[in-house]
């Protein structure tokens, strides 16, 4: 198995077990979510699903919680057999799939045994007739009632989302871009945990708006998001798995469990956005000053028609939050990548060239790197450090997905309804230290960081 195959075996088997990982639980409590666990389906990364034992999620969490990530990582193994070999054995589970269409694939692998002598395995069968269109949820799905959530208590579960925002003068340029909101709202609370807007929506971004969400209100238990480009990515993932951070996505065509940031949405296009669009917008800096003013300001401190508090009080009623370790926080936003060391003990990465120990000489190895600056890159070969990549060879300095810097923002002009929320902030705010967020962690340099919650 290929080291990006082991890696993403271990994040699938990290989000299986994330909800049991907590120090909080007790003996019991972890007991009876291992056992729901073991009741549930998960998706594999080669796009089945499947269920597993309480002593296999036991292991894993054994093995999570004593060597991290890496002791996630699969051993080599030899599978049953193929179908493959047998093509006429497909219409045999096709029919046989057709005539019941519960029968589950262990059972049909089992009769292809007891009447042709062949062992196949369940997981090949399943494959195969999921891309026939022969899935046992095709041919008959039940109907779902869902019913309403609600995280117990702050900080359990976030819902992260992009909102189209409007067309904003792009920096040094004559033209404009739609700028993107990028949002994260506490379930429990309905606050909104922190908001931006971004010219570029791609997985920086996000990542950029949870590392200064966490800085500031604490680590979340549960990520739920859609399954965006932004969102659905192997460097969030990551992320996730390091910090501890169970992620969530939605299913396609599925919008159960997303309305609370549905509901927020709406009322930001009826609140700010509209107000914003009418003001007129000079910069991408100042509709993120503004929005900021209004979030805080307005935003989190309305009384919600459902829980009849303000986000904000309700928010607060669990904390403070636990500290998180900054050295953590600085390898959770590191991007990873494989790559196999050439016979001149090289490898490349976005067009530049790095020596390595030469050692490692036709090895797959793995890169870990702060986008932001390809000067360093970290070297680790199965999971333990190799040193670094001596960097020799120059085409870029900044990973291309990474959002573009913009500079200062042109000077506002005019006083409106959002120009007095801004005001208003900054008179409560008084000398308040603002954290610059643009310091902490993208240069590997990390503070420890402030989670009392912000009023």
């Known amino acids: 198995m290929e080291n990006d195959q082991q890696e993403a075996v271990a994040l699938h088997r990290f989000g299986v077990i994330a909800e049991a990982i907590s120090e909080q639980l007790g003996a019991i409590e972890r007991g009876s979510i291992v056992r729901a666990i073991s009741d549930r389906s998960h998706l594999h990364p080669d796009g089945d699903y499947r269920k597993y034992s309480r002593a296999t999620i036991d292991r894993w969490l054994s093995c999570y919680l004593k060597g991290g990530l890496v002791a996630l990582r699969p051993a080599l193994r030899s599978d049953a057999g193929s179908i493959r070999s047998h093509p006429e054995l497909y219409d045999v589970a096709a029919q046989l799939r057709l005539e019941l269409p519960s029968r589950s694939s262990m059972q049909i692998a089992q009769i292809i045994f007891h009447r042709h002598g062949v062992k196949v395995s369940d997981r090949t069968i399943r494959q195969q007739l999921a891309r026939g269109g022969l899935d ?3 041919l008959g799905a039940s109907s779902k009632v869902y019913g309403r959530y609600e995280a117990d208590k702050a900080n359990d579960r976030w819902i992260t989302d992009v909102l189209v925002g ?10 404009s871009v739609r700028a993107k909101l990028f949002l994260i709202v506490d379930d429990h609370s309905r606050l909104l945990v922190d908001g931006r807007f971004y010219a570029h929506e791609n997985t920086r971004s996000c990542q950029e708006l949870l590392r200064r969400a966490i800085t500031h209100r604490g680590l979340p238990g549960t990520l739920y998001a859609d399954n965006g480009a932004p969102f659905a990515n192997s460097w969030l993932t990551r992320t996730c798995a390091v910090l501890g951070i169970r992620l969530i996505h939605s299913k396609p065509y599925s919008p ?10 709406r009322y930001i296009r009826e609140a700010f956005l509209s107000e914003a669009c009418h003001r007129g917008i000079e910069s991408l800096d100042e509709l993120n000053d503004l929005f900021s003013s209004w979030a805080d300001m307005v935003a989190n401190r309305r009384i919600h028609s459902e829980t009849k508090e303000s986000p904000i009080d309700r928010f607060v009623k669990d904390g403070p939050f636990k500290a998180v370790d900054p050295a953590k926080v600085v390898e959770a936003f590191k991007w990873s990548t494989t790559r196999k060391v050439t016979k001149t003990a090289t490898v490349s990465l976005e067009g530049n060239s790095y020596s390595v120990d030469p050692s490692l000489v036709n090895r797959r190895v793995e890169l870990r790197y702060v986008p932001e600056d390809l000067s360093r890159i970290d070297v680790y070969y199965e999971g333990r450090e190799a040193g670094l990549a001596q960097l020799f060879v ?8 990474v959002p573009q810097a913009l500079p200062p ?5 005019g006083i409106d309804y959002l120009g007095l929320v801004a005001k208003a902030h900054e008179e409560e705010a008084g000398t308040r230290e603002k954290v610059d967020f643009s310091k902490i962690a993208m240069l590997g340099q990390v503070d420890e960081p402030n989670i009392e919650v912000m009023s």
């Open 136 to 138: 046992r949820a095709s």
């Open 256 to 265: 159960e469990g997303r309305g609370k940031q549905e509901r927020l949405n």
């Open 166 to 175: 409007p067309w904003t003068p792009y920096p040094k340029t004559e033209v």
């Open 394 to 401: 120059t085409t870029r300095h900044v990973h291309r997905k």
């Open 409 to 413: 923002p042109f000077p506002s002009s």
